[in-house]
């Protein structure tokens, strides 16, 4: 069943198309990676996927509705989204994971505040000030604080490639494991060809802004 589609998506700035004319499908539960030289547009396509920027042309379909239909705060939460440097505000590893739900208006369980930081290996962090985490930690951070909003989608630009090898290692396979036991649905931009392999079945290639190639994964990234 497809959760998300792009319809003709395109973002143009300044006489310059960022991303143009893509459409795509992405399954419930799948993992599609998306791979391309820098400034081929990927950071700019899936900012366009939680409306972060706005199409000139096109839209996005969620569970087949139109997002411009969608409240912003809810669009936000059904897709989020972790940037390749942590996303986090001053204050303990539990008030970050509190954030999102509260501006929902709803409370984080103190059990699934548990389970989060079980799942990113941070179990006795919660009172942890984020001042006094490493690099891979408020990475690993930002990824719960991201998943206490419960999203239908997950966007991970480079997630891994502001780490120290070590870091990226580990962050990578937590993430490859949070993603199968949820059944997750996500669109991982990443330079790493290995990494794309390990994380995702189906991979899109971009190119000055248009979609060159989509399929599995290891014809498109060894092409
Ligand atoms: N807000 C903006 N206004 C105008 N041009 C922009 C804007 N953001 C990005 N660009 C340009 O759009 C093109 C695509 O940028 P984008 O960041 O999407 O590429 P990318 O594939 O993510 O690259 P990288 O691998 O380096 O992260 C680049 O030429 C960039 O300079
Ligand atoms: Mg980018």
């Known amino acids: 069943m497809v959760i998300l589609e792009t319809t003709h998506l395109t973002r143009t700035v300044d006489e310059k198309t960022l991303v143009n004319d893509i459409s795509i499908q992405v399954e419930r539960g799948e993992t599609l990676s998306i791979v391309g030289p820098s400034g081929a547009g990927k950071s700019s396509f899936l ?8 199409p000139t042309s096109g839209t996005v379909l969620l569970d087949g ?6 409240p912003s705060g809810e669009l936000r939460r059904r897709v989020g989204m972790v940037l390749q440097s942590p996303y986090l505000f001053p204050g303990t590893v539990a008030e970050n994971l509190r954030f999102g739900p509260r501006q929902h208006g709803k409370t984080l369980p103190e059990d699934r505040l548990r389970h989060l930081l079980r799942q990113v290996g941070l179990e006795s962090y ?10 891979g930690e408020a990475q690993r951070v930002s990824l719960a604080r991201t998943l206490a909003n419960s999203p239908e989608v997950l966007l ?9 090898r070590t870091a990226e290692a580990e962050v990578e396979s937590l993430l490859g494991e949070i993603i199968a036991a949820e ?13 794309a ?7 899109m290639l971009l190119e000055a802004g248009k979609l060159v190639k989509i399929g599995p994964v290891e014809e498109v990234v060894h092409a």
């Not at 059944?183 to 990494?195: R, W």
């Open 47 to 54: 900012r366009l996927l939680n409306r972060l920027d706005e």
């Open 65 to 70: 509705a139109d997002y411009k239909t969608l």
């Open 126 to 135: 919660a009172e942890r000030d984020i001042a006094r985490l490493s690099g």
């Open 156 to 164: 991970l630009d480079e997630p891994t490639s502001a780490l120290d």
């Open 183 to 195: 059944g997750l649905t996500c669109l991982i931009i990443t330079h790493n060809p290995e990494q």
């Open 197 to 203: 392999v390990r994380l995702s079945r189906r991979s």
